[in-house]
Each structure stands twice: as structure tokens, then as C-alpha cells.
């Protein structure tokens, strides 16, 4: 995974501490519950947790959080440990709450013995009655005087079987008039007649979270104990609780990120099991879900998850980071993985009126010019292929590009076709093409120069294997499912497809473990159960700065029908706003995100005041500044430079995160970013010539392969130069020197 020095305040944190001496070791852990399986914002918390220990040659354990029997299970552990492997983390050890049971209990009684806390016979909704509210204190139990000999004698009892399920609990005394509500005598213990997956039925109480979970991290020796915001008031009871259990400074400390939020992702558990357990989707794998057994179905690499945890960073603010984002990531990481193949989804036959003799094997390249690896392999070209149902148009529109009657056409790889003939059932419905080739164009180039409309991908009919393709959208139609009340009302019933597609044949031994780029239709990898079923990781190009076709539904999804969200915000300064960026050519899913974002748009307009082209400057915010969070350093007019140095093609898209991310670290000007790290794109044409020149002599075998027909094997030459200049050379001009040495 590349280096990407995101912001993370808790890096800075544990450095800090390891420079004072606070700290001479770093222990984190990752603590999941036993009771689900884990999914995208689990993913983040353990790519955290284990980040920090492995940057500061520290050591993370693997602890569960096995203190509520009602729910666990042996299944999710081994789910749990599998996942953590498959990210790539080795753990230094596995511990379970469930260790420490004799412990935790020995710290109760001592709380109680010491007057610190309570048995109480008040039934839970008494209890919530007696809290009080964020504006007034609440009321003491009548039991919280007891003496403390009385409440030994209770809890005891209560650990030795002798009271019901739900009649008494054991509470710290804190105190019931304070402003943090956490902190009005939190519950430590409750009954609990259940068998545990682990320690059976030595136990008939267990401890609740908050109060397992600080002395946990005490009793192992953590150092920095990372959790989410929701448990942002709960540090002071974690707190309390360490404090009055005797431990001495240094002691572990809790600290609170923001959650992972995902346009179009729902990620919170109970709902994801009702998915599953009420069969809206195929299990907790299904590749719809954000689980990550999910993902890894879906053919998502560790890899891009690690890379988008990295990307997006750790910061405390909470930001809704775009689908877009986690989109190109995947991509990214594909490109240089996943050799290209060709398939189509929706067939239309095509007969080539004019071929004589039999099947001919072209070759074709396995990459394209942007990745620096070489290979190719045969495909067949007969009489009958297929095309995309969708590449051709009986009556086509103003600037059509792909086949039509009387069109001519470059089928990728093989050769130029005319279409002369359409032939269609009683329904008016096309059954089949008969088109013409040019026997002159073998390659695709034709030998008198012509221009054609447009590069289709197709397969040869005979050849062609069939293999079950399935395609995917996300399973909500809005923004922030998790916000939805009504939920199940907002999954969308075309959120899958299921097609049996053609193949071309070097495909029929693919495995679980490959990744391919079906050309102009997506990323595809075999199902990890049955290899010849194919997923669509992710689309080759994003769809999420589309205007929407329609409002989403309310209705429970039983029609088969797509539908996308409505991004205007409901309330009046939003929507004025949102307006406003639309109005300015703004896409609509950016402008819903800039005009909820108070902060963010606010850098966005002030970065406008310094001449940033407004739509790029939306974009960029919406897609790079905001996912990451705390903007540290960054000033609007950084911003702005930045923008307009990406839109003028001064630094190309990657180069420009990198200049984000060093402005966010450390401040300064863009340009002067640009030019300390030699990030700017390479235009001199002299400069590049000689490049050129230099990467030809250098493989001469393949110059000679090239002129000799492997027209593919350009794509090896820009991949060097591209190397050599770490990716900032000008690809458009590399390629027009290219061709203008190897094309004479």
C-alpha cells in the first residue's frame, strides 16, 4: 500500500507521548463483540489499531468483548479472526473479556467494600425514570445507602445464582446530579441465567461494557485505548473506573475518532443482522453488504481498504465521505492487477457477411499503457460474434459513436465493420446484425488512414463461454441510510442484476483469487464459492456526479425498479444553497454534500474569493479535503492554488493529493509544494524526447516487435517513461513522441 501521510491526530498523539516519556512502548487493541460479523467501520478501527502498534513497533492484541451471552457466538470469532488476517494484521494475542471475569468481580467487590458501589432493586424502568435529563439532575435510588456489608452480601448472592434475571443490578456510586449523564451511578453488573459460549455456566452475572472495558485495557497494560465519538462521554466513567481499581500514572488513556460514514452505506449492525435474518439479502457475505466478507466476495482487495482508511484519515470530526472516494480507490488498486479480457453482458449476434475460412486468433494486450507490464494472449475472430446490445442503434441520435446501418466501426483488437444489414423478430425487436469487415484493418488501423466512429468490445460467437454475471448497485437509494427511520423503505430491488454473459474463452480457468478489467464494462472477480459465477467489484468510471433520474421511493422494495436519491436538502438555507452550486454547474450529489457541510463549504467559498474554478474546486473538496477530515494546516487560499494548478493541468490528479495531504501536514503554498517535492507534470518536449529516446534504444527487441505489428507494446514504452518520472510526465505528450519515433 503507498504511503499517504494523512491526517491523523492520533499518530500525533502517541508521538508526543513517546517524546516526553509518558510512554517508552505503544499496546493498543482492537475489541470487537462476538455477536456479528464486522464490516467497513470495523475494517477502519482495526486498520487503526494495528497501524499505530505497527508504526511504533508496538504490539496489538485481539481482544473479545464476550460479556453479553444473550448474543455470541463461536461462528463470529472465528469470522472475526479471519478478517483481521485477510486485512493483512497479525495480532501479538487473542484475549476475551470472559479472561478476566474473576478480576473484574474482585475490583466490584472492592468498590463495594469501599463504598463506592451498590446493589439496586429498581426494576430498569424505574431506573431510567429516576436518570433525570440533559437539563435536570436525577433522583437517588432508594437503595444507594445501603451499607456497604448489605450490598457484599447482595452481589454475592447475585453471582451465587440466588436471584432472578432482571430483579437487582449492581451500580457505581458516582454521582446523579452530574452533567455528563454517564456518569449518574452507570450499571456494572446484571443477572444473566445464561449459558456463555466460552466459560459455560461458571458465571450467572457479567459485566456490562463500560465497566469490562477500561479495566480490561488496565489489567493488559494498553497504552492508547482507540475507540468511535459515540463514546465520547463515556471516557469519564472509563476514567472513574481505572482511577478508583488503584492504577498509578502512566495509565491507559481512551481516545475518540469519528466514525466511518459512506454515501449510500448502512453500517450499523442491528440492522445489517435483520437484513440477513429477515433474508433481504443472501447472508452476511452477500456482496451488497459492507461486511467485510462481504467485500471480500465482491472481489475487493485488502489492499484498497487499507489505502482508503489511509486516504480518508482519523480525525475527530464526523464527514460523510463520497462514494466517489472509496470508488477510485478500488480502481486504483485494480489497474495494475487485473489484466484486461473482453465480455458482453447483454448479446446481440453479429454475422460478418463476407468472412471466408475459419476461425482466426488475434492477439490482444493484456494491459494498457498506463501499466508498465507486457503480455498478451489469443483471441478468436469468426463469422458470428457478439456485441453490446447497448453499441448499437437502429436510429441513432446526433454524435453517435457506436454501430448503426451504414456505421462503420472498430471491433477492438480485430478488424473495421460496416453495418449493412438489421434483422429483427414479429415484435420489431433486433435478433441479429449482418455487417462486412475490411480485411485491411487486421489490428484495427485501416491502411488509407480513415477515421472511424467509435472502439467496441465483442467476443466470438463460437468460442464465447457462458458464465453467470452479476452486477451491483448499492443497496440504498439515499445518502445516509443509517439516518433513515423507515430503512427497508429506502434498499433498492434492482440493487443486483443477474445476466448470463459471454465470455471470451481465456477466461474458463479463472479462479477465486483473480481480478480482471472487463474492457468498458468494469472490474470483475470470481466468486470465491464457484469461480464460473463473476461480480462487478466497481465500474470503470464513477456515476455519482450524474444527476439523479428520479426521487427515491418509500415503498417496500418489491417492484424491480432502480431508483436514485434526491439530493436537494429539505430544509430552506440548505436548499438555497444547494440551488446556488447547482446553478453554478455544480453536480447535484456534490452540491447536497456542500450544502449539509457547514465547514467545508465555508473553506469552499472562501477558496472561490482566491479564483479556484468553482466546479473543480467542489469537486476536489467533496472528494479529497473533506474525506480526510481534520484540514489541519490547509488555508483557502492553499486550497484555491491547489485546484487551479490540478485544473490547468500544471500537476495531475495524483500529484495534487499528494500536495493536499503535505499542506494539511505542514502548510505553506502549493506551487512551492510542487516544486520542493518535483511534483509538477513534465511538458518540455525536448526534455521528453530524449527520454523517449534513451527508453527505445534501451529495448530494442521489442521497437522491432512493435514495427512489427504487437502495436500493443506502446503502452510498455509509456509505462517506462511514466516510471522515470514518477508519474509526471505529460501523457498526452509522451504518447505524441512516442508515435512519432516508433510510428514512421
Known sequence: MAEHDSSNFIREIIKSDLASGKWDRVQTRFPPEPNGYLHLGHAKAICVDFGMAEKFDGVCNLRFDDTNPVAEDEEFVRAIEEDVR?????????????????KLYAIAESLVERGLAYVDEQSLEEMRASRGTVTEPGTNSPFRDRSPAENLRLLREMKAGKHADGTMVLRAKIDMASDNMMLRDPLMYRIRHIEHHRVGKDWCIYPMYDYAHGLSDALEGVTHSICTLEFDNNRAVYDWLVDKAGYAEPRTRQYEMARLKLQHVM??????????????????????????????????????????VERTGVARADSLVSRDLWESIIREDFNTVAPRRMAVVDPLEVEISNWEGDTEWLDADDWPRDVPKESSRK??????????????????????????????????????????????????????????????????????????????????????????VRLYKPLFTVDVPDAEEDWEAVIDAASRTIVTAKLEPSLKEATANDRFQFERLGY???DGDDPKVFHRT????????????????????????????????TDAASAARFDELVGAGVSEPIAGVLATDADLDA????????????????????????????????????????????????????????????????GGEAQAVVDAHGLGQISDTGALAAMVAEVLAQFPDRVAAYKGGRKGLKGFFVGQIMQRTRGTANPQLVQSLLAESLDV
Open 86 to 102: 485477510w486485512l493483512g494484521f497479525a495480532w501479538g494475542n487473542v484475549f476475551h473479556a470472559s479472561d478476566y471475569f474473576g
Open 603 to 666: 473553506l469552499v467559498q472562501e477558496a472561490a474569493k482566491h479564483g479556484a474554478p468553482p466546479v473543480p474546486l467542489a469537486n476536489f473538496a467533496v472528494s479529497e479535503v473533506g474525506p480526510r477530515g481534520d484540514r489541519g494546516k490547509l488555508t483557502a487560499k492553499s486550497l484555491a492554488d491547489l485546484v487551479s494548478l490540478a485544473d490547468s493541468d500544471a500537476i495531475n490528479s495524483g500529484a495534487a493529493k499528494k500536495v493536499l495531504d503535505i499542506l494539511i501536514a505542514n
Open 267 to 308: 453500517l450499523s449492525k442491528r440492522r445489517l443482522k435483520k437484513l440477513v435474518v429477515d433474508g433481504l439479502v443472501d447472508g452476511w457475505d452477500d456482496p451488497r453488504m459492507p461486511t467485510i466478507s462481504g467485500m471480500r466476495r465482491l472481489g475487493i482487495r485488502p489492499e484498497a481498504i487499507r489505502s482508503f
Open 524 to 526: 470483475f472477480a470470481p
Open 538 to 569: 466497481v465500474e470503470l468510471k464513477s456515476g455519482w456526479n450524474k444527476k439523479p433520474a428520479a426521487a427515491p421511493t418509500r415503498t417496500k422494495p418489491v417492484v424491480q425498479e432502480a431508483v436514485v436519491a434526491d439530493y436537494r436538502p
Open 379 to 468: 483471441i478468436p475472430f469468426s463469422k458470428r460474434l457478439y456485441i453490446e446490445r447497448g453499441d448499437f442503434s437502429a436510429d441513432p441520435p446526433k454524435k453517435w459513436r457506436r454501430l448503426a446501418p451504414g456505421v462503420e466501426v472498430r471491433l477492438r483488437y480485430g478488424y473495421l465493420v460496416t453495418c449493412d444489414e438489421v434483422i429483427t423478430d414479429e415484435s420489431g425487436k433486433v435478433t441479429k446484425l449482418v455487417c462486412s469487415y475490411d480485411p485491411a484493418t487486421r489490428g484495427g488501423d485501416a491502411p488509407d488512414g480513415r477515421k472511424v466512429g467509435g472502439t467496441l468490445h465483442w467476443v466470438s460467437a463460437d468460442e464465447a463461454i457462458d458464465r453467470e
